[in-house]
């Protein structure tokens, strides 16, 4: 016990001391708070309405300094109750003295020796915690490496500020932080690991953050977590140049930015841009029609309602091909800004169409059409600011010129005063004239250049008469694909596939907008996106700070998802990292093991996922007989033993909402959709299951069996790779799961069980 250990006192003593110093920071910088937001007070009070807008920009500042040590505050208040889990005894080996480290979720400082109280376990020093064990160490600052030898590494239980428990890591002993933390039981979110991040994980997390980085990592291997992990540290490293609202996480679904988004703000990132996709294009393109998303396209398939050729369609319009066809769609858009006009100013040319064109086709290059045609508007505008009194005063001279002949010319008075009043009116009418044709001189020009609406353009590369235009050959696939495109669009309705062509095509021709520009993107199940949808976001932010990951195992859109992290790499990242996850987390040794019998029948050979250390129940087939009971008595049982959420997953859409309308109702089953909250008994298909994890998982077939082709296989994947600890399988035969596909010890019948455990609570 540890109440034995020779370090306790010391330890408790030291607990005391950094709560004592963070109840001082807290307390000051409470009162920081408070005379800030007087200060804003008084600045309000003598706010009137002929202010300068520098009084604004001041207030501006004020409160943005005040949001931000609120946010510091309020994290030091929450950190209080846990300031750190972990100690490094470190040797640095040009320092005389070993070096005590206690790290924790946030660097706190001693005001006056600049010590570190809590050392930051993103900082360089932290990461020497996290990679490999005790002995010779070396970690990199700065550019610089140290080395040194590290003696000690402690983990400490400490909840609520008190100590509860604290453990020595040594090469013998097992990460028993781990070992607890995944015991636990699941809340319906994501929590922040920091305490026990794995070495495999570590390297993800802290891989050259300059780089992209594709990561494919088997069900559960923390692919989502070490993700928002590695935002957290970016954050950290960077934190002169980057800002959390720089960055974009997007994710699968609606549902599943509410799952993750908890842990941000526990890991420092709060206001991080979390969307999907979709929403994310269309706030880009400023164009919000209905979109068919892939999900109703997948159940279609898999429901056998798939309209003829609209698989095929959907991988097309993400392809690589596609892409060709848009760069040689985009070069003919391109030409319509060819001019052939030059810009002149009363007969005088200001600007050669040649020396525009060039502008257009050559300096500004990288700047989308329209921002080209802005930048040669301002051209035109200060050339002919420049060149206008040039020509008046060429003008001016050519009459007086006129003029002085006039008066010298003319022998007779009369004639003479003729021409003379006539020149003079003349000379005024003209210059006016000039003067006015200047004041719209240029908006007349620049309207020859196009004004293309994307949504026309895009239409239009469906028309007949383009199309063909555009590729190698033509064929019924492609004929359908244009049909069913031009449908759709006069309905004023997309498809998810037409979101990536269109962003591509709005980046080129009027660019995203500054607001919308990410510095950094995080992909979460990367699988599930086209060629195209990654290149279109890798173009419009022209970054390659890029977190993938994903598992080509869990491709349940294979049609038009990725179906190898090598095509982004040749293609689109070539500097990029690629790395591995294969321990898993989630789920127990009898729970992955089933799973991994799956990823046998797949197409893509995949290893199988190493589950750590962690037994439980064998996942249990049903029969469909008197099910309702059994699915009471099992949660009932589960809800025992402390477990608190549960899911019943299905093949289909059709499926869940059969099962959920034979639900009882006293069980508090849900129905979930995208757009709804989680809740803690859920009923769902396995493609919105995908990505979230459940205590307890039920899988239930009725009408839609599993079966033995490559999609079901993924889609029993994703279902069978979501509980914590336990599964069940509800159906009329063992082989709706494609149970007759693996070993028979790999799971076993449970009707008798399942009397037994009734009759216990009878
Ligand atoms: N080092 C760790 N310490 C504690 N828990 C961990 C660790 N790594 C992962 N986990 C837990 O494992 C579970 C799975 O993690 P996560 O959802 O990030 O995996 P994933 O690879 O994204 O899974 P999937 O692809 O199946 O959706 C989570 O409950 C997470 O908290």
Partial sequence: MTNQHNDFSKELERLTFTKAYMDQVIASQQSDQESLKKRQEDTLARLDFKDSS?????MLSHANFMKMSKDQLESLIHLRKKPYFARIDFHRKEKPDLEVFYIGKMSLFDRETQLPIILDWRSPLANVYYEGRLGDVSYEAHGDVYEGEVSLKRQYQIEDGELIDFRDIDMTTKDELLQDSLAQNSENRLTEIVATIQEEQNDIIRADIR??????????????????????????????IFKPEDLLILAPNRLFIQYISEVLPELGVQRARQTTYEDFVKLVIGVDWPVISQHEVLMNAVEGNEEDGTLWSAGYKGSKAFKYVLNTYLQEVKKQYRMTDNFTLAGFTIKSAKAINRLFYNE???????VRVQKIKEVLQSELRRKKKQILTKMAEKYDEE???????????????????????????????????ARTSVQRFMKNYPKHKLVELYEALFNEDLFPRLIEEDSEPLKQMRRQSRQLLQKKIWSAEDLAPLLYIHTFVSGVDKDYKAKKVVIDEAQDYSYLEVYSLRRAFQTDLFTIVGDLAQGIYRYRGLKHWQTLMDDVFQQANYLTLQKTYRT??????????????????LPSAEPVVRHGDKPAYLSLDNWQEKLKTLVTDAKQQGMNTFAIVTKTDME?????EELPHELGFMKMDEQQWMGDCMVLPAYLAKGLEFDVVFLYSYDHPFEKNELDVKLL??????????????????????????????????????????????
Wanted: aromatic share 12%.
């Fill in 54 to 58: 520098l009084r604004y920009q001041e």
């Fill in 211 to 240: 780089k992209p980085i594709i990561v494919q990592g088997a069900a559960g291997s923390g692919k989502t977590t070490i993700a928002l992990h590695r935002i957290s540290y970016f954050l950290y490293t960077m934190r002169e």
């Fill in 364 to 370: 500004y290059s990288y700047f989308p059409y329209q």
């Fill in 403 to 437: 003029l002085d002949k006039a008066l010298y010319g003319f022998k007779d008075p009369a004639k003479r005063k003729k021409r003379v009043s006539f020149l003079i009116t003349r000379k005024e009418e003209r210059l006016k004239e000039v003067e006015k044709e």
């Fill in 588 to 605: 127990t040794i009898e729970i992955m093991n089933l799973a991994n019998e799956l990823l046998q029948l797949m197409p893509d050979r």
């Fill in 656 to 660: 869940a909402d059969q099962v959920f």
């Fill in 717 to 762: 994947y994703v279902a069978m790779t979501r509980p914590l600890h336990r599964l069940y399988m509800i159906g009329a035969y063992p082989s709706s799961f494609l149970l007759d596909q693996v070993g028979s010890s790999l799971f076993e019948p449970l009707d008798k069980k399942v009397n037994r455990v009734k009759n216990e609570f009878a």
